[in-house]
């Protein structure tokens, strides 16, 4: 599909195409975070992570563009050390509110998984636990019930992935950004990123290497989280991904944004202001489908 064309075509109802027989499907993601502020504020610094890499495994990113409206701002954008592509925003001034507008187009052409240099596996920011996924007595001991010495890494995710799924309820509300993964766990209920942080801690506790992802599922309003499993092969690692949220591994209706120890290292919007203005963040995001070939 010719680019303009993608840009302003309607989305299709995923729902009743079959993406998994699908040789090509083009998204169209739309995202939005606006800032309103009381009284004017000075020196904002915002750090985005919402532009999809270039490319993911199958899937590569055709176009992207990223305006900031409200305020002069000057935006640097980055790859960080895992090749997540950071945007960073600088206003000396910002009297009302500023407003970030990201469009992207994405294209999935395979069933590839991303593949990592063989050393991924021992990499400690992938085997070591944070403050938000560290395990704590009854992490510990679950992790104990679970293990299996000669079981394989991915039946091993497989088995963490339904475990999770299974003991935790979906809800919003009793957890937030800092909820550990100990914590979500003792209260039995929380959101994707809780789902993650305890399938991750599992991981750790087991000898399996991981990483948290951040990106969007369709069908699903905002941002969603799961888990990538590392195992090797052919002399390189490849990244295998589970949504223990969904108790499911991830397919053609997820698309990746950025990967990281936990929810802090790839939180979609983060920043600081000077002034004593109160601020008010709002955010929408529509991922959709505009072409898919069989």
Partial sequence: MILDDALSA???????LDLDGAERITYRLEQTFRYDYDLPVAAVRQRLVV????????????????????????????????????????AARVDEHIEFRLTALLERDGDALPVLPRSALDDVRWRLPTRLTAADERLRGWATELRRPHETTIDTAERVTHAVHQTMT?????????????????????????????????????GVPARYVSGHLLGQ????????VLVPADGAAVAVPFDPCNGRRAGRKYVTVATGRDYTDVAPTAGTYVGPATGRLTSSRRLGIVDVAA
């Fill in 51 to 90: 532009v999809p890499p270039v490319r993911h495994g199958d899937v590569h990113r055709r176009h992207y563009a990223l305006d900031v409206e409200g305020s002069r701002a000057r935006p640097l954008e980055r790859l960080n050390s895992v090749g997540n592509h950071l945007v960073e925003v600088h």
């Fill in 10 to 16: 309607p989305l299709l109802d995923h729902k009743g």
């Fill in 221 to 228: 309003g905002g941002t969603h989280a799961w888990v990538e």
């Fill in 170 to 206: 979906y809800e919003y509300g009793p957890t937030g950004t800092r909820t550990t993964a100990a914590e979500a766990l003792d209260g039995g209920r929380g959101v994707c990123q809780d789902y993650a942080h305890i399938m991750l801690a599992l991981c750790h506790e087991l």
